[in-house]
Protein backbone atom coordinates (compact mmCIF):
# COMPACT_ATOMS: atom_id res chain seq x y z
CA UNK A 1 0.00 0.00 0.00
CA UNK A 2 1.40 3.56 -1.25
CA UNK A 3 0.80 6.93 0.81
CA UNK A 4 -0.61 9.74 -1.21
CA UNK A 5 -1.26 13.59 -0.56
CA UNK A 6 -3.45 15.51 -2.68
CA UNK A 7 -3.06 18.71 -3.47
CA UNK A 8 -5.89 20.44 -5.13
CA UNK A 9 -8.56 18.54 -2.98
CA UNK A 10 -11.44 20.78 -3.69
CA UNK A 11 -11.29 20.90 -7.11
CA UNK A 12 -13.81 19.22 -9.92
CA UNK A 13 -11.60 16.29 -10.85
CA UNK A 14 -10.17 15.67 -7.61
CA UNK A 15 -12.96 13.28 -6.84
CA UNK A 16 -11.37 11.02 -9.50
CA UNK A 17 -7.87 11.12 -8.33
CA UNK A 18 -9.48 10.10 -4.53
CA UNK A 19 -11.20 7.23 -6.10
CA UNK A 20 -8.54 5.94 -8.10
CA UNK A 21 -6.21 5.91 -5.07
CA UNK A 22 -8.59 4.47 -2.75
CA UNK A 23 -9.88 1.81 -5.72
CA UNK A 24 -5.76 0.49 -6.31
CA UNK A 25 -5.84 -0.52 -2.79
CA UNK A 26 -3.78 2.98 -1.61
CA UNK A 27 -4.12 5.49 1.24
CA UNK A 28 -5.16 9.12 0.70
CA UNK A 29 -3.13 10.11 4.13
CA UNK A 30 -3.63 13.92 3.18
CA UNK A 31 -5.02 16.45 1.03
CA UNK A 32 -4.64 20.21 0.76
CA UNK A 33 -6.86 23.00 -0.72
CA UNK A 34 -6.94 26.91 -0.18
CA UNK A 35 -10.72 26.16 -0.53
CA UNK A 36 -12.17 24.17 2.24
CA UNK A 37 -15.66 22.51 0.13
CA UNK A 38 -14.12 18.81 0.11
CA UNK A 39 -17.08 16.92 1.53
CA UNK A 40 -16.60 14.17 -0.68
CA UNK A 41 -13.74 12.94 1.39
CA UNK A 42 -16.39 11.90 3.32
CA UNK A 43 -17.61 9.03 1.46
CA UNK A 44 -13.81 8.29 0.04
CA UNK A 45 -11.61 8.45 3.23
CA UNK A 46 -12.69 10.27 5.88
CA UNK A 47 -9.57 9.84 7.81
CA UNK A 48 -7.48 11.71 5.47
CA UNK A 49 -5.88 14.87 7.41
CA UNK A 50 -6.44 18.20 5.79
CA UNK A 51 -5.00 21.32 5.27
CA UNK A 52 -6.06 24.90 3.76
CA UNK A 53 -2.44 26.60 4.30
CA UNK A 54 0.10 25.33 1.95
CA UNK A 55 3.17 25.70 4.95
CA UNK A 56 0.66 23.56 7.19
CA UNK A 57 0.38 20.78 4.46
CA UNK A 58 3.97 20.86 3.48
CA UNK A 59 5.60 20.54 7.44
CA UNK A 60 2.88 17.78 7.92
CA UNK A 61 3.70 15.92 4.55
CA UNK A 62 7.92 16.70 5.73
CA UNK A 63 7.06 15.02 9.12
CA UNK A 64 5.45 12.05 7.53
CA UNK A 65 8.87 11.15 6.44
CA UNK A 66 10.10 10.62 9.53
CA UNK A 67 8.92 7.00 9.83
CA UNK A 68 8.91 4.32 6.57
CA UNK A 69 5.60 3.72 7.21
CA UNK A 70 4.01 7.11 7.22
CA UNK A 71 6.46 8.58 4.63
CA UNK A 72 4.61 9.61 1.70
CA UNK A 73 5.34 7.75 -1.65
CA UNK A 74 3.16 10.01 -4.16
CA UNK A 75 1.58 13.30 -4.54
CA UNK A 76 -1.22 13.68 -6.37
CA UNK A 77 -1.77 17.09 -8.26
CA UNK A 78 -5.12 18.69 -9.22
CA UNK A 79 -4.66 22.04 -8.53
CA UNK A 80 -5.22 25.15 -11.07
CA UNK A 81 -3.07 25.10 -13.98
CA UNK A 82 -0.87 28.09 -13.57
CA UNK A 83 0.59 26.03 -10.19
CA UNK A 84 1.18 23.02 -11.48
CA UNK A 85 5.08 23.79 -11.60
CA UNK A 86 5.35 24.90 -8.40
CA UNK A 87 3.18 21.99 -6.42
CA UNK A 88 4.99 19.26 -8.74
CA UNK A 89 8.41 20.84 -8.04
CA UNK A 90 7.13 20.51 -4.12
CA UNK A 91 5.91 16.91 -4.92
CA UNK A 92 9.02 16.31 -5.72
CA UNK A 93 11.67 17.93 -3.36
CA UNK A 94 9.02 16.21 -0.46
CA UNK A 95 11.04 12.78 -2.18
CA UNK A 96 7.66 11.83 -3.85
CA UNK A 97 6.71 10.46 -7.26
CA UNK A 98 4.05 12.82 -8.50
CA UNK A 99 0.59 12.61 -10.59
CA UNK A 100 -0.69 15.65 -11.94
CA UNK A 101 -3.43 16.35 -14.37
CA UNK A 102 -2.80 17.93 -17.95
CA UNK A 103 -1.68 20.18 -18.69
CA UNK A 104 1.76 19.32 -16.62
CA UNK A 105 3.33 22.77 -17.21
CA UNK A 106 2.44 25.77 -20.39
CA UNK A 107 5.99 25.77 -22.14
CA UNK A 108 8.90 23.76 -22.97
CA UNK A 109 11.03 25.23 -20.91
CA UNK A 110 9.42 24.67 -17.88
CA UNK A 111 9.07 21.57 -18.78
CA UNK A 112 12.45 21.64 -18.96
CA UNK A 113 12.87 22.41 -15.62
CA UNK A 114 10.71 19.71 -14.74
CA UNK A 115 12.92 17.50 -15.70
CA UNK A 116 15.76 18.96 -14.38
CA UNK A 117 14.30 18.30 -10.71
CA UNK A 118 13.53 14.72 -11.56
CA UNK A 119 17.37 14.68 -11.73
CA UNK A 120 18.15 16.40 -9.01
CA UNK A 121 15.45 14.44 -6.53
CA UNK A 122 15.21 10.99 -8.53
CA UNK A 123 11.67 11.23 -8.65
CA UNK A 124 9.22 10.85 -11.26
CA UNK A 125 6.26 13.04 -12.58
CA UNK A 126 3.68 11.16 -14.49
CA UNK A 127 0.55 12.99 -16.29
CA UNK A 128 -2.49 11.89 -16.57
CA UNK A 129 -3.28 11.43 -20.00
CA UNK A 130 -6.54 9.10 -20.02
CA UNK A 131 -7.72 9.55 -23.39
CA UNK A 132 -4.81 6.94 -24.12
CA UNK A 133 -6.69 4.62 -21.82
CA UNK A 134 -10.03 4.63 -23.69
CA UNK A 135 -10.42 1.73 -25.63
CA UNK A 136 -12.32 3.05 -28.50
CA UNK A 137 -9.21 5.59 -28.93
CA UNK A 138 -7.01 2.46 -28.70
CA UNK A 139 -8.99 0.57 -30.96
CA UNK A 140 -8.59 3.32 -33.29
CA UNK A 141 -4.75 3.65 -32.74
CA UNK A 142 -4.18 0.19 -33.82
CA UNK A 143 -6.34 0.57 -37.18
CA UNK A 144 -4.54 3.07 -38.76
CA UNK A 145 -1.40 1.76 -37.42
CA UNK A 146 -2.12 -1.43 -39.37
CA UNK A 147 -3.42 0.02 -42.72
CA UNK A 148 -1.70 0.52 -45.38
CA UNK A 149 -2.45 3.60 -47.38
CA UNK A 150 -0.73 6.75 -49.25
CA UNK A 151 -3.21 9.66 -48.66
CA UNK A 152 -3.90 11.01 -44.69
CA UNK A 153 -6.93 10.22 -42.71
CA UNK A 154 -9.04 13.52 -43.03
CA UNK A 155 -10.32 13.76 -39.32
CA UNK A 156 -12.73 16.67 -37.79
CA UNK A 157 -11.98 17.26 -34.27
CA UNK A 158 -15.36 19.38 -32.59
CA UNK A 159 -15.73 19.94 -28.58
CA UNK A 160 -18.18 22.21 -27.07
CA UNK A 161 -18.83 22.15 -23.51
CA UNK A 162 -21.54 24.51 -22.62
CA UNK A 163 -20.26 26.66 -19.08
CA UNK A 164 -21.86 29.33 -17.06
CA UNK A 165 -21.04 32.90 -16.16
CA UNK A 166 -19.18 31.13 -13.02
CA UNK A 167 -16.58 30.05 -15.58
CA UNK A 168 -15.13 33.64 -16.20
CA UNK A 169 -14.57 34.70 -12.43
CA UNK A 170 -13.09 31.27 -11.69
CA UNK A 171 -9.36 30.84 -12.49
CA UNK A 172 -10.03 28.82 -15.99
CA UNK A 173 -11.61 32.12 -17.26
CA UNK A 174 -8.22 33.62 -16.49
CA UNK A 175 -5.67 33.01 -19.41
CA UNK A 176 -3.13 34.23 -17.05
CA UNK A 177 -4.01 31.23 -14.86
CA UNK A 178 -5.88 28.51 -17.38
CA UNK A 179 -3.57 29.37 -20.18
CA UNK A 180 -6.85 30.01 -22.54
CA UNK A 181 -9.60 27.86 -23.81
CA UNK A 182 -7.77 25.98 -26.46
CA UNK A 183 -5.18 24.52 -23.65
CA UNK A 184 -7.54 24.32 -20.99
CA UNK A 185 -10.16 21.88 -22.55
CA UNK A 186 -8.23 21.06 -25.75
CA UNK A 187 -5.09 19.87 -24.63
CA UNK A 188 -6.04 15.81 -23.96
CA UNK A 189 -7.62 15.53 -26.86
CA UNK A 190 -4.35 17.37 -28.72
CA UNK A 191 -2.61 14.49 -27.11
CA UNK A 192 -4.56 11.81 -28.46
CA UNK A 193 -4.69 13.27 -31.75
CA UNK A 194 -0.58 12.67 -31.42
CA UNK A 195 -0.67 9.79 -29.96
CA UNK A 196 -2.87 7.85 -32.92
CA UNK A 197 -1.68 9.86 -36.45
CA UNK A 198 1.73 10.56 -34.85
CA UNK A 199 4.24 13.55 -35.21
CA UNK A 200 2.78 17.25 -35.69
CA UNK A 201 3.62 19.26 -38.88
CA UNK A 202 1.95 22.00 -39.07
CA UNK A 203 -0.10 23.96 -36.80
CA UNK A 204 -2.94 27.03 -38.22
CA UNK A 205 -5.12 28.90 -35.61
CA UNK A 206 -7.96 30.27 -37.49
CA UNK A 207 -9.82 31.79 -34.47
CA UNK A 208 -9.36 32.35 -31.00
CA UNK A 209 -11.80 34.70 -28.44
CA UNK A 210 -12.21 34.09 -24.21
CA UNK A 211 -14.47 31.50 -25.06
CA UNK A 212 -13.61 29.58 -27.66
CA UNK A 213 -10.97 28.62 -30.72
CA UNK A 214 -10.34 27.30 -33.64
CA UNK A 215 -7.99 25.73 -36.54
CA UNK A 216 -6.03 23.02 -38.37
CA UNK A 217 -3.71 20.65 -37.41
CA UNK A 218 -1.34 18.50 -39.61
CA UNK A 219 -0.09 14.98 -38.28
CA UNK A 220 1.82 12.38 -40.47
CA UNK A 221 -1.10 10.47 -40.39
CA UNK A 222 -3.87 12.93 -40.45
CA UNK A 223 -5.27 16.59 -41.55
CA UNK A 224 -7.18 17.84 -38.68
CA UNK A 225 -9.60 20.98 -38.60
CA UNK A 226 -10.57 21.00 -35.10
CA UNK A 227 -12.99 23.57 -33.08
CA UNK A 228 -13.41 23.46 -29.37
CA UNK A 229 -15.44 26.26 -27.43
CA UNK A 230 -17.29 27.06 -24.30
CA UNK A 231 -20.08 28.62 -25.27
CA UNK A 232 -23.42 26.91 -25.53
CA UNK A 233 -24.52 28.96 -28.93
CA UNK A 234 -21.83 26.77 -30.46
CA UNK A 235 -24.05 23.55 -29.43
CA UNK A 236 -25.59 21.88 -32.68
CA UNK A 237 -28.88 22.74 -33.33
CA UNK A 238 -29.86 19.13 -33.47
CA UNK A 239 -28.43 18.64 -29.68
CA UNK A 240 -29.42 22.02 -28.50
CA UNK A 241 -32.24 21.88 -24.85
CA UNK A 242 -31.16 18.15 -25.07
CA UNK A 243 -27.49 18.39 -23.66
CA UNK A 244 -25.13 20.56 -22.87
CA UNK A 245 -21.69 18.99 -23.93
CA UNK A 246 -21.41 18.04 -27.64
CA UNK A 247 -18.05 15.97 -28.53
CA UNK A 248 -17.60 14.66 -32.01
CA UNK A 249 -14.48 13.01 -33.76
CA UNK A 250 -14.84 11.92 -37.42
CA UNK A 251 -12.28 9.57 -39.30
CA UNK A 252 -12.91 9.40 -43.00
CA UNK A 253 -16.17 10.69 -42.35
CA UNK A 254 -17.31 7.92 -39.59
CA UNK A 255 -18.05 9.20 -36.28
CA UNK A 256 -16.20 7.75 -33.65
CA UNK A 257 -17.62 6.99 -30.27
CA UNK A 258 -15.97 7.16 -27.70
CA UNK A 259 -18.62 9.85 -25.23
CA UNK A 260 -19.07 6.71 -22.66
CA UNK A 261 -16.38 4.97 -21.62
CA UNK A 262 -15.14 7.78 -18.71
CA UNK A 263 -15.57 6.52 -15.55
CA UNK A 264 -13.00 4.33 -14.77
CA UNK A 265 -9.98 6.03 -16.85
CA UNK A 266 -8.28 7.66 -13.63
CA UNK A 267 -8.38 4.61 -11.73
CA UNK A 268 -6.90 2.97 -14.81
CA UNK A 269 -4.16 5.88 -15.10
CA UNK A 270 -3.26 4.62 -11.70
CA UNK A 271 -3.06 1.11 -11.78
CA UNK A 272 -0.57 1.92 -14.91
CA UNK A 273 1.40 4.10 -13.15
CA UNK A 274 1.96 2.26 -10.27
CA UNK A 275 2.65 -1.44 -12.44
CA UNK A 276 5.70 1.31 -13.78
CA UNK A 277 4.03 1.96 -16.89
CA UNK A 278 2.90 5.82 -16.37
CA UNK A 279 3.14 8.54 -18.82
CA UNK A 280 6.34 10.96 -18.33
CA UNK A 281 7.21 14.12 -19.23
CA UNK A 282 8.38 13.32 -22.69
CA UNK A 283 5.58 11.62 -22.92
CA UNK A 284 3.43 15.22 -22.61
CA UNK A 285 5.85 17.29 -24.59
CA UNK A 286 4.23 17.02 -27.96
CA UNK A 287 1.04 17.94 -26.64
CA UNK A 288 2.34 21.09 -24.46
CA UNK A 289 4.37 22.26 -27.31
CA UNK A 290 0.95 21.90 -29.75
CA UNK A 291 -0.64 24.46 -27.31
CA UNK A 292 2.37 26.49 -26.56
CA UNK A 293 2.47 27.26 -30.33
CA UNK A 294 -1.52 28.15 -29.95
CA UNK A 295 -1.25 29.95 -27.59
CA UNK A 296 1.41 32.33 -28.81
CA UNK A 297 0.06 32.40 -32.94
CA UNK A 298 -2.15 35.09 -34.60
CA UNK A 299 -5.39 33.99 -35.90
CA UNK A 300 -4.83 33.42 -40.08
CA UNK A 301 -7.72 33.39 -42.12
CA UNK A 302 -8.23 30.03 -43.38
CA UNK A 303 -7.93 27.56 -46.15
CA UNK A 304 -10.94 26.57 -47.60
CA UNK A 305 -9.68 22.81 -47.09
CA UNK A 306 -8.42 23.72 -43.66
CA UNK A 307 -10.97 25.47 -42.02
CA UNK A 308 -13.84 23.65 -39.51
CA UNK A 309 -16.87 24.14 -40.43
CA UNK A 310 -18.59 25.47 -37.51
CA UNK A 311 -15.86 28.85 -38.77
CA UNK A 312 -19.06 29.63 -40.94
CA UNK A 313 -20.86 30.71 -38.07
CA UNK A 314 -18.19 33.08 -36.93
CA UNK A 315 -16.38 34.98 -39.89
Not at 135 to 148: G, H, N, S
Amino acid sequence: MKNFALIGAAGYIAPRHMKAITETGNHLAVGYDVNDSVGIIDSISPQSEFFTEFERFHEYAWQLKRSQETALDYVAVCSPNYLHHAHIAAGLRLGCDVICEKPLVPTLALLDELALIERETGKRVFNILQLRHHQAILDLKQKVAVEARDDKHEVELTYVTSRGKWYMESWKGDPRKSYGVATNIGVHFFDMLHFIFGDLQKNVLHYATNDKAAGYLEYEKARVPWFLSIDSTDLPQSVRGKQTTYRSITVDGQEIEFSGGFTDLHTISYQEILAGRGYGIEDARHCIETVDTIRSAKPQAPDTAEAHPFLNWLI
